[in-house]
């Protein structure tokens, strides 16, 4: 069975643009969570997808936003970029049931000029 | 909500020692701890996982412990191989409408030839 893919895995941005990511999760999972990792704050929620609703939602400012489509594959979008946005963007999947084991995917590279 | 806290921040051992990870958690309504392995690179890959209903679990050369009064679980990985050296993290997951996964910082594991 595949893993989880990002797309794609490596982006230069400057400020003030726009970026979207996406995210392809296991076949058959239906849950799909977002974390931003940095080496200063480690592993952060994003915010987290199930049958196309978002079901939980992490402390970041609303210009960071997702959405996840009927297949289950997932978006996220980060707008007015800033510099401190610069991060690996990691995406993780699974089943759906609260407490369900999530797989991550290799993440997304973004360094914002 | 959730803290979880990874100590200590870079460990050494030689190789074929055993190396010991530990994490504490704040929220003892958390059910679910999962360890996390991430390589140069890499997503993080889920190495093995406890649930609060047991005490400890062993998967070969890897076991995790979990006490629940002291709220604690560590990661344990005996006969070390340089193969083991990467970044570590653990993990718990909170009960209710908004269960998500809080991740320690991270522990880099070197396992010295």
């Known amino acids: 069975k595949a893993g989880v893919t990002q797309t794609p895995r490596y982006l230069i941005k400057t400020r003030g643009q726009q970026v979207t990511l996406s995210c392809s999760p296991i076949?058959?999972?239906?849950?799909v969570s977002w974390y931003q990792q940095t080496p200063g704050q480690g592993l952060q929620f994003l915010f987290e997808y199930f049958s196309e609703t978002q079901r939980n939602k992490g402390n970041f400012p609303g210009r960071f936003s997702g959405r996840q489509f009927s297949n289950s594959r997932s978006e996220m979008n980060v707008s007015t970029l800033e510099l401190g946005d610069s991060a690996l963007y990691l995406c993780?999947?699974?089943?759906?049931?609260?407490?369900?084991?999530?797989?991550f995917g290799p993440g997304t590279r973004l360094l914002v000029l | 909500g959730e803290n979880v806290e990874q100590h200590p921040s870079t460990l050494s051992v030689q190789e074929g020692d055993s190396a010991v990870i530990k994490c504490t958690y704040s929220?003892?309504?958390?059910?679910?701890f999962p360890w996390y392995k991430q390589e140069l690179g890499k997503g993080p890959q889920l190495i093995i996982d406890?649930?609060?209903?047991?005490g400890e679990k062993k998967d070969q050369r890897i076991a995790v412990t979990l006490n629940k009064t002291a709220k604690h679980f560590s990661l344990h990985i005996t006969e070390t191989q340089p193969e083991d050296s990467a970044v570590y993290f653990c993990?718990?997951?909170?009960?209710?409408?908004?269960?998500?996964?809080?991740f320690g910082k991270g522990i880099t594991l070197s396992v010295r030839p």
């Open positions: 076949s058959g999972h239906r849950s």
């Open positions: 993780a999947s699974s089943l759906g049931r609260a407490g369900e084991t999530q797989y």
């Open positions: 993990a718990a997951r909170n009960t209710g409408a908004n269960s998500k996964l809080t």
């Open positions: 406890i649930r609060s209903n047991v």
């Open positions: 929220d003892s309504a958390s059910n679910y």
